[in-house]
């Protein structure tokens, strides 16, 4: 628990907070490992897209020279050189006071980590607890510095994607830069994805800085030393009740709005409803337009001219999907003879499909409800890969290789002579569940083609239900 101790009411009885006597520091333990290995994976995710960019910036000038070795050489000029520019950029020392873009959790958690190292009182633990307090805000400083650096890289590729453009453009050679424009977006949208996340804090995190900001001169502090306040003059009295002095309620403008459309007559709603509607018809005609275009109204990043695999962005263990399903027969009264119980782990190729590996293991209950005896019937090994058709459909298809007899120990199950192919294809249908452990449902019907060369025959079509997580 997070405790605070209240200093004495002041004269004029508003109280005070003078001490934070349970400050968890094992957030900062965790802030400090959080952003190192942030920083780490920043720096060798961009220095290992410059090199696949460097690639493909060199097959792009040799196609350019065979056509014109002047214009080529003046349009790329030094590639290694340039590439080998921009990865030492990424291992520049910091510039202090370099404004990067604004990220509203990053002020805060920067902020309120300046504050306290002004105000080592307000911490218990003394000098150990301010160790940690200083490490934690080199370690972010350091994490935002590098990424603005990698900001500062995806501006000069973007740029310098639009120049080759237009060289190629005089050559024919358009279509030899898309490989180029994806490995450019694919780097923004890391950049983007490692700012998604600083802007997500852990439990631990906003229970620190909540129990920073109730201290009161906190608020001063961050009004005089954020990065808002830099951005933006904040009043002095900023976030208090006097600040909303003057400024119109929602009821005041409600009560406004519905005396001038009374005023002006019986069908003054169904007019101001048919001028709201035209008026936003044109702004989805001027939208469409735009996107025609390729704009991206004045924002940062613009539209791709391919469709992005979202995967692309993601780590490899990102990438993964773990899964487990169950498969019974029963003899009859609905119980079940035998289960399959089956484990997978699979690897998005992309939005729409999935390739894994699986193991299952198939255990027997018995006769009835009133003999059960739980036995070894059998293991298996699977490989399975899922294509999206449309919606939560998918095509699914697998090889797998079953032991289905009854055995003992695991040495019974080394004869490979043994063991029986079995050879998938059919449906599934993925439900979305709203679970803190599973993710989804997912539903197969399968069709075994290989189950009639095997002796004895099985049962050609398999129904089985998997859950994600």
């Known amino acids: 628990m997070i405790l605070i101790s209240l200093g004495s009411v002041a004269q004029e009885g508003t109280g005070t907070i003078d001490k934070i006597t349970s400050f968890p520091t094992r957030f900062l333990d965790k802030l400090n490992k959080k952003s190192a290995e942030m920083e780490e994976k920043l720096i060798a995710s961009s220095e290992k897209a410059l090199q696949r960019m460097k690639k493909q910036e060199k097959k792009l000038k040799k196609k350019m020279a065979r056509k014109d070795s002047a214009a080529a050489e003046q349009a790329f000029g030094d590639v290694e050189a340039r590439y080998n520019q921009l990865q030492a950029k990424l291992k520049e020392p910091l510039k202090m006071g370099k404004a990067g873009q604004y990220l509203p959790h990053m002020d805060t958690l920067n902020t309120s980590l300046n504050f306290l190292t002004k105000n080592k009182e307000l911490l218990p633990g003394g000098e150990e607890t301010m160790g940690k307090v200083k490490d934690a805000l080199k370690s972010v400083n350091g994490l935002e510095g590098k990424l603005d650096q990698a900001t500062d890289v995806k501006k000069y590729l973007r740029e310098r994607r639009q120049m080759l453009k237009d060289q190629l453009n005089r050559f024919g050679l358009t279509k030899e830069l898309k490989k180029y424009n994806q490995q450019v977006y694919y780097y923004g949208e890391q950049i983007n994805s490692y700012k998604a996340m600083l802007e997500d804090p852990s439990k631990l995190e906003q229970k620190a800085l909540e129990l920073v900001k109730q201290i009161p001169a906190f608020q001063d502090f961050f009004k005089n ?229 095997q002796r004895p025959q099985t049962q050609p079509l398999k129904f089985r239900v998997g859950y994600n997580f």
Not at 269 to 291: I, P, R
Not at 363 to 379: F, K
Request: without cysteine.
């Open 225 to 453: 030393n954020s990065a808002l306040a830099s951005l933006f003059r904040l009043p002095d009295n900023y976030g208090s009740s006097a600040s909303l002095a003057g400024l119109q309620t929602r009821s005041s403008v409600q009560s406004l709005i519905q005396d001038r459309i009374a005023s002006a007559g019986p069908n003054a709603t169904a007019m101001l409803q048919q001028n709201v509607q035209a008026a936003q018809a044109q702004l989805g005609k001027l939208k469409d337009k735009l996107n025609a275009l390729g704009g991206g109204g004045g924002s940062e990043e613009d539209l791709p001219d391919f469709k992005p695999n979202n995967q692309k962005t993601k780590s490899f263990l990102q990438r993964l999907e773990y899964g487990t399903n169950l498969q019974s027969q029963r003899s009859s009264n609905y119980f079940p003879t035998t289960t399959d119980l089956g484990l997978s782990v699979g690897y998005k190729l992309s939005d729409k499909s999935v390739i894994g590996v699986g193991a299952s293991y198939k255990v027997g209950w018995g006769q009835d409800i009133r003999n059960i005896n739980v036995t070894n019937q059998g293991v298996g090994f699977r490989s399975f890969a899922d294509y999206k058709m449309k919606g939560s459909f998918f095509a699914s298809g697998g090889f797998e290789y079953n032991y289905q007899q009854p055995f003992s120990f695991i040495s019974d199950v080394k004869d490979l002579d043994s063991w029986q192919q079995s050879g998938l294809v059919g449906v599934s249908k993925i439900i979305s569940l709203k679970s803190k452990m599973f993710k989804k449902t997912k539903m197969q019907l399968l069709w075994d083609f290989l189950s009639y060369q």
